[in-house]
C-alpha cells in the first residue's frame, strides 16, 4: 500500500494581490520504507506541500490519501484523526508546549494517537535514550537548548510508530551532535519499522539515506537534479 499519495495537489496561500500558487498540481507516491529528500529553495513550497500532505491545509483541488486513506478536505475533524493515528511531524522549530516538561510532551502525543501509557513510556524512553536526552525528560521545555528540545519534538512524532513521518527542514537550527542524533532517529524509523519518511532538507548527513530525492520549484515537484538515474 502507498504510504503517501498527492493526486493534482493545487494550494493557494495568502489571498487578493498578495495570493501565491504555492502547490501546482503536484503527484507524488512514497513508499513503506522509503525516505525521501524534498530539496527546494525558500519559497518554493516545501512547508505547504507538507502541511497539505499531513493534513494541516486542504488543497484547493486534487487528493491526497495517507495509507490508502483520503484526507477528506471538508472534514478538519476526520484529518485530525487521521494525523494523529498515522503521522508524525517533525516541524523547523520544535513547537513543545512550554508548560510541559519534555516526556510529558512526548506522552501527550501517544495520548493522542491512542497508546496506552506504560507501552507510550516505554517506547518514548528508548527514543529519548536513543538520542541521548533520557537524562532530560523530567525537565521543563524552557530549561532545554534548541537542540534538545528538537530530539524531544523528533520523540513526539516517532513516539507512536508513525507510518508516515514529514519532516519540515528538521535539522536547520540544530548544532551538529544534535543534528546527527535526529538524522539517525529518523532513519531508524524507516529501517526498523518500515515508515514512510517525507524530509524537506538540505542536510547533506540524509543524502545517502535517501531513497530518493526530489526538487520543488515555485510549486512544482520533478526529481532533484543530480538523484539517481537523473542528468
Ligand atoms: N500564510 C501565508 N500567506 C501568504 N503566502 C504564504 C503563506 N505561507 C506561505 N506563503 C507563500 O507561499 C509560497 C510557498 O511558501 P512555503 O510553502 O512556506 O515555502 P518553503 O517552505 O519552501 O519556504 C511562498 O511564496 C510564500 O511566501
Ligand atoms: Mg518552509
Redesign the pocket.
Known amino acids: 500500500m502507498t504510504a503517501l499519495e498527492l493526486a493534482g495537489v493545487s494550494k493557494v496561500?495568502?489571498c487578493g494581490p498578495?495570493?501565491?500558487s504555492?502547490l501546482r498540481g503536484v503527484s507524488l507516491r512514497i513508499d513503506p520504507g522509503e525516505l525521501v529528500l524534498l530539496e527546494?529553495?525558500?519559497?518554493?513550497?516545501?512547508?505547504?506541500?507538507l502541511?497539505v500532505a499531513g493534513g494541516l491545509l486542504r488543497p484547493d483541488a486534487g487528493e491526497v490519501r495517507v495509507g490508502g486513506e483520503l484526507l477528506p478536505p471538508g472534514d478538519a475533524e476526520a484529518r485530525r484523526t487521521v494525523r494523529a493515528r498515522r503521522i508524525g511531524f517533525v516541524f523547523q522549530r520544535s513547537n513543545l508546549l512550554p508548560g510541559l516538561d519534555g516526556l510529558e510532551n512526548v506522552l501527550v502525543q501517544a495520548a493522542l494517537a491512542g497508546l496506552d501509557e506504560p507501552l507510550a513510556r516505554r517506547r518514548a524512553g528508548e527514543l529519548l535514550d536513543a538520542m541521548g536526552v533520557g537524562h532530560l525528560a523530567g525537565r521543563r521545555v524552557g530549561g532545554l537548548s534548541a537542540g534538545e528540545e528538537q530530539r524531544f519534538a523528533v520523540a513526539r512524532a516517532l513516539v507512536h510508530s508513525p507510518s508516515l513521518v514529514l519532516a519540515?527542514e528538521p535539522t536547520a537550527s540544530l548544532d551538529s551532535a544534535a543534528g546527527r542524533a535526529v538524522v539517525e532517529a529518523l532513519v531508524a524509523l524507516g529501517r526498523d519499522r518500515g515508515a514512510a519518511i517525507l524530509v524537506?532538507t538540505h542536510d547533506a548527513r540524509l543524502a545517502p539515506f535517501a531513497t530518493r530525492r526530489l526538487a520543488?520549484v515555485d510549486?512544482g515537484v520533478g526529481p532533484a537534479r543530480g538523484a539517481p538515474g537523473e542528468p
Not at 527546494?40 to 506541500?49: A, D, E, I, R
Request: aromatic share 0%; charged share 15%.
Open positions: 496561500r495568502g498578495l495570493a501565491v504555492a527546494g529553495p525558500s519559497g518554493s513550497g516545501k512547508t505547504t506541500l502541511s519540515d524537506a520543488i510549486g
